[in-house]
């Protein structure tokens, strides 16, 4: 059984590594060498936490929450701020409430093409509303991402942000490639996520340790969520 769990990167640097050697080993399987959101910096900013698709001690895939105001820049800034400069005053002007950003989504040619994308978009979400956003305060999210899933992170509530680039398009990390700039505006009501999505990270924030089935691209799915991270409940 799959297990999608959650952990804040400064107390698990190991399970960090493992994390960033599987991305990386994805990107350089499509060419892709340099991507800012691949970068090690964030194994020590203490407002990161990882959202891991495990087998075992083996992490398959995964995703990150990075809140603002770290020791680092959202890797938003990073990856687009001298191609629009723009994004800097908007994660400024959103840092009263404090926002953040959902980057670093992958998952291992192993598991490819069985939902578990879509899964750990949810369960993003869903830590965020909950201990995540309770303790960081935050209100706002980002998402930098390539075309195949625009309309994911759309269903869980996210919107083009087209004051951004050419409507939000940008090409990165390559000439020949697209990312497209996404923003949601209420990560605890999600109002304009679709209803069945939002429901299920409801269901995620209020019991975020549990046993689910879920749907993939070939059946049913049976899925151990632990999204309870000690540092932050208690």
């Known amino acids: 059984m799959l297990k999608i769990r959650a952990f804040r990167a400064v107390d698990e640097l190991e399970s960090c590594q493992k994390y960033a050697q ?25 407002d990161v936490y990882v ?30 701020g001298y191609l629009d400069p723009k994004i800097h005053d908007m994660v400024d002007g959103l840092k009263k409430e404090k926002t953040g ?17 879509v899964l750990l978009t949810k369960a993003c979400v869903a830590k965020v ?35 951004l680039g050419a409507d939000g398009k940008f090409l990165y ?28 990270i409801f269901e995620l924030r209020n019991k975020p340790t549990q046993i689910r089935k879920e749907q993939g691209v070939d059946g049913e799915i049976e899925i151990e969520y632990d999204l309870f991270i000690p540092t932050l409940n208690n």
């Open 129 to 163: 509303g909950v201990a995540i956003a309770n303790v960081l305060e935050l209100r706002t999210m980002f998402v930098f991402c390539a075309p195949y899933t625009v309309k994911m992170v759309e269903d869980v509530g996210f919107s083009v942000k087209t004051d």
């Open 101 to 117: 950003e959902l980057c670093g989504l992958w998952n291992s040619r192993e598991i490819a093409g069985n939902g578990i994308s």
């Open 22 to 46: 599987g991305h990386e080993d994805v990107l350089k399987s499509y060419g892709i060498t340099k991507v800012t959101s691949a970068n090690h910096e964030w194994f020590y900013n203490p």
């Open 51 to 80: 959202i891991a698709v495990q087998d075992g001690d083996r992490i398959l895939g995964g995703a990150r929450i990075h809140g603002s105001g770290g020791n680092q820049p959202l890797p938003i800034e990073e990856a687009i």
């Open 173 to 200: 990390p390559k000439d020949d490639m697209i990312a497209t700039v996404l923003f949601i505006d209420d990560v605890n009501k999600l109002a304009g996520a679709d209803e069945s999505k939002r429901l299920d």
